[in-house]
Protein backbone atom coordinates (compact mmCIF):
# COMPACT_ATOMS: atom_id res chain seq x y z
CA UNK A 1 0.00 0.00 0.00
CA UNK A 2 1.08 3.37 -0.42
CA UNK A 3 1.50 6.48 1.47
CA UNK A 4 -1.13 9.24 1.37
CA UNK A 5 0.43 13.36 0.90
CA UNK A 6 -1.00 15.70 -0.86
CA UNK A 7 -0.41 15.73 -4.88
CA UNK A 8 1.02 19.34 -4.59
CA UNK A 9 3.94 18.26 -2.30
CA UNK A 10 6.88 18.08 -3.69
CA UNK A 11 7.87 14.96 -2.07
CA UNK A 12 5.14 13.74 -4.29
CA UNK A 13 7.10 13.53 -7.49
CA UNK A 14 10.17 12.82 -6.05
CA UNK A 15 8.66 9.60 -4.58
CA UNK A 16 6.92 8.54 -7.52
CA UNK A 17 9.82 9.20 -9.55
CA UNK A 18 11.59 6.90 -7.45
CA UNK A 19 9.41 4.11 -7.46
CA UNK A 20 8.05 4.15 -4.04
CA UNK A 21 3.76 3.95 -4.24
CA UNK A 22 2.41 7.21 -3.13
CA UNK A 23 -1.64 8.23 -3.43
CA UNK A 24 -3.45 11.23 -3.26
CA UNK A 25 -5.94 11.74 -0.79
CA UNK A 26 -9.14 11.32 -3.78
CA UNK A 27 -8.01 7.85 -4.47
CA UNK A 28 -7.27 7.26 -0.82
CA UNK A 29 -11.08 8.06 -0.11
CA UNK A 30 -11.75 5.39 -2.24
CA UNK A 31 -10.14 2.48 -0.29
CA UNK A 32 -12.46 0.84 2.40
CA UNK A 33 -9.45 0.05 5.38
CA UNK A 34 -8.41 2.28 8.00
CA UNK A 35 -4.83 3.85 6.93
CA UNK A 36 -2.14 4.70 9.52
CA UNK A 37 -2.14 8.44 10.68
CA UNK A 38 1.58 9.51 10.62
CA UNK A 39 2.81 12.45 11.99
CA UNK A 40 6.01 14.45 11.02
CA UNK A 41 7.30 17.01 13.53
CA UNK A 42 9.48 18.42 11.23
CA UNK A 43 12.12 20.84 13.31
CA UNK A 44 15.07 20.67 10.45
CA UNK A 45 15.78 23.75 8.76
CA UNK A 46 16.01 22.14 5.27
CA UNK A 47 11.98 21.44 5.38
CA UNK A 48 11.27 19.72 2.35
CA UNK A 49 14.64 17.73 2.01
CA UNK A 50 13.38 16.46 5.40
CA UNK A 51 9.71 15.23 4.43
CA UNK A 52 11.32 13.37 1.52
CA UNK A 53 13.76 11.79 3.68
CA UNK A 54 11.00 10.02 6.10
CA UNK A 55 8.46 10.18 3.81
CA UNK A 56 10.54 7.51 1.79
CA UNK A 57 11.42 5.36 4.77
CA UNK A 58 7.33 5.39 5.67
CA UNK A 59 5.84 5.32 2.31
CA UNK A 60 7.79 1.77 1.71
CA UNK A 61 5.29 -0.38 3.89
CA UNK A 62 2.60 -2.78 2.58
CA UNK A 63 0.21 -0.43 4.65
CA UNK A 64 -1.35 2.74 3.51
CA UNK A 65 -0.47 5.60 5.55
CA UNK A 66 -1.87 9.21 5.99
CA UNK A 67 1.21 11.55 6.60
CA UNK A 68 0.70 14.96 8.88
CA UNK A 69 3.30 17.27 8.80
CA UNK A 70 3.44 19.60 12.21
CA UNK A 71 5.53 22.42 13.16
CA UNK A 72 6.39 24.14 16.45
CA UNK A 73 3.14 26.93 16.44
CA UNK A 74 4.93 30.20 17.24
CA UNK A 75 8.55 28.86 15.67
CA UNK A 76 8.94 30.49 11.96
CA UNK A 77 11.49 28.56 9.81
CA UNK A 78 13.99 31.20 7.54
CA UNK A 79 14.76 28.54 5.28
CA UNK A 80 11.27 27.17 3.62
CA UNK A 81 8.92 29.34 1.86
CA UNK A 82 6.19 30.54 4.13
CA UNK A 83 3.96 29.67 1.29
CA UNK A 84 4.88 25.75 1.86
CA UNK A 85 4.76 25.90 5.58
CA UNK A 86 1.14 27.28 5.09
CA UNK A 87 -0.27 25.20 2.61
CA UNK A 88 1.31 21.63 3.81
CA UNK A 89 1.99 22.07 7.86
CA UNK A 90 -0.36 22.59 10.57
CA UNK A 91 0.66 24.14 13.96
CA UNK A 92 0.79 22.05 16.76
CA UNK A 93 -1.72 24.01 18.35
CA UNK A 94 -4.45 22.73 15.78
CA UNK A 95 -3.45 19.18 16.48
CA UNK A 96 -3.38 18.73 20.09
CA UNK A 97 -7.26 17.39 19.73
CA UNK A 98 -6.21 14.84 17.16
CA UNK A 99 -4.97 11.36 17.90
CA UNK A 100 -1.95 9.59 15.75
CA UNK A 101 -0.96 6.08 15.32
CA UNK A 102 2.90 7.22 14.85
CA UNK A 103 4.73 10.78 15.35
CA UNK A 104 8.51 11.05 14.35
CA UNK A 105 10.54 13.94 15.82
CA UNK A 106 13.38 15.06 13.62
CA UNK A 107 16.41 16.35 14.46
CA UNK A 108 17.18 20.36 15.04
CA UNK A 109 20.54 22.21 14.59
CA UNK A 110 20.13 23.58 18.40
CA UNK A 111 22.89 21.14 19.77
CA UNK A 112 24.56 23.65 21.63
CA UNK A 113 22.27 24.60 23.20
CA UNK A 114 20.86 23.60 26.46
CA UNK A 115 17.60 22.19 26.17
CA UNK A 116 15.81 25.00 28.62
CA UNK A 117 17.23 27.90 26.16
CA UNK A 118 15.59 26.53 23.32
CA UNK A 119 12.68 29.18 22.36
CA UNK A 120 10.20 26.51 21.90
CA UNK A 121 11.26 24.40 24.89
CA UNK A 122 8.18 24.60 26.72
CA UNK A 123 5.79 23.78 23.53
CA UNK A 124 7.86 21.03 23.37
CA UNK A 125 7.42 19.48 26.60
CA UNK A 126 3.64 19.87 25.90
CA UNK A 127 4.48 17.43 22.78
CA UNK A 128 6.32 15.19 24.39
CA UNK A 129 3.35 15.26 27.00
CA UNK A 130 0.68 14.92 24.62
CA UNK A 131 1.98 11.64 23.10
CA UNK A 132 0.99 9.99 26.16
CA UNK A 133 -2.10 10.50 25.35
CA UNK A 134 -2.47 11.25 21.67
CA UNK A 135 0.32 9.15 20.24
CA UNK A 136 0.57 5.26 20.03
CA UNK A 137 4.13 5.17 19.17
CA UNK A 138 6.59 7.93 18.78
CA UNK A 139 10.26 8.06 17.25
CA UNK A 140 12.67 10.95 18.28
CA UNK A 141 15.70 11.24 15.95
CA UNK A 142 18.60 12.55 16.65
CA UNK A 143 17.80 16.17 18.63
CA UNK A 144 14.19 15.44 18.88
CA UNK A 145 15.17 11.67 20.66
CA UNK A 146 17.96 13.48 23.17
CA UNK A 147 15.06 15.95 24.09
CA UNK A 148 12.30 13.14 25.00
CA UNK A 149 14.98 10.83 26.42
CA UNK A 150 16.02 14.09 29.01
CA UNK A 151 12.43 14.98 29.56
CA UNK A 152 10.84 11.24 30.30
CA UNK A 153 14.57 10.08 32.17
CA UNK A 154 16.22 13.21 32.78
CA UNK A 155 19.08 11.58 30.76
CA UNK A 156 21.81 14.57 29.73
CA UNK A 157 23.50 15.17 26.50
CA UNK A 158 26.81 16.20 26.85
CA UNK A 159 28.97 18.39 24.26
CA UNK A 160 31.62 16.47 22.28
CA UNK A 161 35.14 17.68 22.40
CA UNK A 162 35.18 17.19 18.28
CA UNK A 163 31.86 16.72 16.05
CA UNK A 164 30.85 12.74 15.43
CA UNK A 165 30.82 12.92 11.70
CA UNK A 166 30.95 10.21 9.05
CA UNK A 167 29.68 6.38 8.68
CA UNK A 168 29.89 4.23 11.72
CA UNK A 169 29.55 0.60 12.57
CA UNK A 170 26.87 0.15 14.87
CA UNK A 171 26.32 -3.34 16.90
CA UNK A 172 22.62 -4.97 17.06
CA UNK A 173 22.32 -5.54 20.72
CA UNK A 174 18.89 -6.93 21.06
CA UNK A 175 18.50 -9.17 18.03
CA UNK A 176 15.14 -10.56 18.97
CA UNK A 177 13.34 -7.08 18.99
CA UNK A 178 10.80 -6.88 16.84
CA UNK A 179 12.06 -3.45 15.90
CA UNK A 180 15.56 -5.19 14.67
CA UNK A 181 13.77 -8.31 12.22
CA UNK A 182 16.47 -8.68 9.53
CA UNK A 183 19.15 -6.78 10.91
CA UNK A 184 22.62 -7.21 10.64
CA UNK A 185 24.82 -8.50 13.53
CA UNK A 186 27.21 -5.07 12.48
CA UNK A 187 26.75 -2.38 9.81
CA UNK A 188 27.32 1.37 9.20
CA UNK A 189 24.88 4.59 9.89
CA UNK A 190 25.57 8.06 8.94
CA UNK A 191 26.19 10.29 12.05
CA UNK A 192 26.69 13.95 12.58
CA UNK A 193 26.04 15.19 15.73
CA UNK A 194 28.33 17.72 18.17
CA UNK A 195 26.30 15.74 21.61
CA UNK A 196 26.18 12.66 22.77
CA UNK A 197 23.99 10.38 25.07
CA UNK A 198 26.16 8.04 27.54
CA UNK A 199 25.76 4.13 27.95
CA UNK A 200 26.41 4.73 31.76
CA UNK A 201 23.91 7.11 32.41
CA UNK A 202 20.99 5.37 30.32
CA UNK A 203 22.00 2.02 31.98
CA UNK A 204 20.82 3.92 35.30
CA UNK A 205 17.03 3.38 33.81
CA UNK A 206 15.97 -0.57 33.71
CA UNK A 207 13.46 0.54 31.71
CA UNK A 208 15.51 1.53 29.14
CA UNK A 209 16.77 -1.04 26.51
CA UNK A 210 19.70 -0.22 24.21
CA UNK A 211 18.90 -2.00 20.95
CA UNK A 212 22.05 -0.45 18.99
CA UNK A 213 25.10 0.66 19.70
CA UNK A 214 28.75 1.65 18.70
CA UNK A 215 31.83 1.62 20.52
CA UNK A 216 33.09 4.76 18.91
CA UNK A 217 29.70 6.59 19.17
CA UNK A 218 27.62 5.44 22.19
CA UNK A 219 24.04 4.46 22.27
CA UNK A 220 22.44 4.89 18.83
CA UNK A 221 18.78 3.35 19.20
CA UNK A 222 17.34 3.24 22.33
CA UNK A 223 13.42 1.40 23.08
CA UNK A 224 11.43 3.29 26.25
CA UNK A 225 8.19 1.05 26.25
CA UNK A 226 6.53 2.63 29.25
CA UNK A 227 5.94 6.03 26.75
CA UNK A 228 5.52 3.79 24.06
CA UNK A 229 8.99 5.55 22.37
CA UNK A 230 12.10 4.87 20.38
CA UNK A 231 14.99 7.26 20.45
CA UNK A 232 17.70 7.28 17.56
CA UNK A 233 20.54 9.60 17.75
CA UNK A 234 22.07 8.72 14.38
CA UNK A 235 20.90 9.36 10.87
CA UNK A 236 18.92 6.46 8.65
CA UNK A 237 16.97 8.35 6.70
CA UNK A 238 19.61 10.60 5.25
CA UNK A 239 20.27 10.59 1.45
CA UNK A 240 23.96 9.32 0.27
CA UNK A 241 24.87 12.60 -0.13
CA UNK A 242 23.81 14.46 2.80
CA UNK A 243 27.34 14.46 4.84
CA UNK A 244 28.11 15.34 1.92
CA UNK A 245 26.76 18.34 1.44
CA UNK A 246 27.26 19.23 5.22
CA UNK A 247 31.13 18.92 4.62
CA UNK A 248 31.06 21.06 1.36
CA UNK A 249 29.18 23.37 3.29
CA UNK A 250 31.63 23.68 6.17
CA UNK A 251 34.12 23.54 3.75
CA UNK A 252 32.80 27.09 1.50
CA UNK A 253 32.24 28.82 5.10
CA UNK A 254 35.83 27.87 6.32
CA UNK A 255 34.23 25.99 9.10
CA UNK A 256 36.81 23.81 10.68
CA UNK A 257 35.67 20.28 9.98
CA UNK A 258 37.12 16.77 9.32
CA UNK A 259 36.51 14.65 6.17
CA UNK A 260 33.27 12.41 7.43
CA UNK A 261 34.66 9.03 8.72
CA UNK A 262 34.26 5.79 6.73
CA UNK A 263 32.20 7.95 4.22
CA UNK A 264 33.93 8.40 1.27
CA UNK A 265 35.77 5.87 -1.30
CA UNK A 266 39.64 5.74 0.17
CA UNK A 267 38.47 8.71 2.36
CA UNK A 268 38.71 10.74 -0.55
CA UNK A 269 36.08 13.46 -1.05
CA UNK A 270 36.99 13.94 -4.56
CA UNK A 271 34.81 10.53 -5.15
CA UNK A 272 30.85 10.27 -4.97
CA UNK A 273 29.77 8.89 -1.82
CA UNK A 274 28.66 5.36 -1.44
CA UNK A 275 25.01 4.52 1.02
CA UNK A 276 25.81 1.60 2.89
CA UNK A 277 22.76 1.97 5.22
CA UNK A 278 19.55 2.31 2.84
CA UNK A 279 18.40 -1.51 3.39
CA UNK A 280 18.81 -1.10 7.01
CA UNK A 281 17.14 2.65 7.27
CA UNK A 282 14.09 0.53 5.25
CA UNK A 283 13.65 -2.12 7.54
CA UNK A 284 13.98 -0.19 10.83
CA UNK A 285 11.30 2.39 9.89
CA UNK A 286 9.09 -1.03 8.06
CA UNK A 287 9.46 -3.07 11.30
CA UNK A 288 8.48 0.25 13.52
CA UNK A 289 5.51 1.12 10.77
CA UNK A 290 4.56 -2.74 11.49
CA UNK A 291 4.51 -2.89 15.40
CA UNK A 292 2.14 -0.02 15.12
CA UNK A 293 -0.27 -1.62 13.27
CA UNK A 294 -0.24 -4.68 15.42
CA UNK A 295 -0.87 -3.04 18.43
CA UNK A 296 -2.80 0.36 17.47
CA UNK A 297 -6.79 0.09 18.69
CA UNK A 298 -8.54 -0.02 15.55
CA UNK A 299 -10.77 2.50 16.95
CA UNK A 300 -8.67 6.11 17.04
CA UNK A 301 -10.33 7.62 19.77
CA UNK A 302 -9.28 4.60 22.28
CA UNK A 303 -5.25 5.69 21.16
CA UNK A 304 -3.63 6.90 24.91
CA UNK A 305 -6.68 5.26 26.75
Partial sequence: MPIKIPSDLPAYDV?????????????AARQDIRPLRIALLNLMPKKIQTE?????????????IDLTLIRMSEHRTRNTAAEHMAEFYLPFSEVRDQKFDGLIITGAPIEH????????????QEVFEWTQTNVHSTFGVCWGGMAMINHFHGVKKHILPH???????????APASPYLRGF??????????????????????????????STEVGPCLIEDPEHRALYIFNHFEYDSGSLKQEYDRD??????????????????????????WRS??????GNWINEIYQTTPYNRTDIGG
Fill in 163 to 173: KAFGCFRQQNK
Fill in 52 to 64: NQFARLIGATPLQ
Fill in 251 to 276: VADGTPINVPDNYYPDNDPNQEPLNR
Fill in 113 to 124: LEFTDVTYWQEM
Fill in 184 to 213: SDDFVIPVSRWTEMRQNEVDEHPSLKTLLG
Fill in 280 to 285: HAHLLY
Fill in 15 to 27: LTNEGVMVMSPDQ
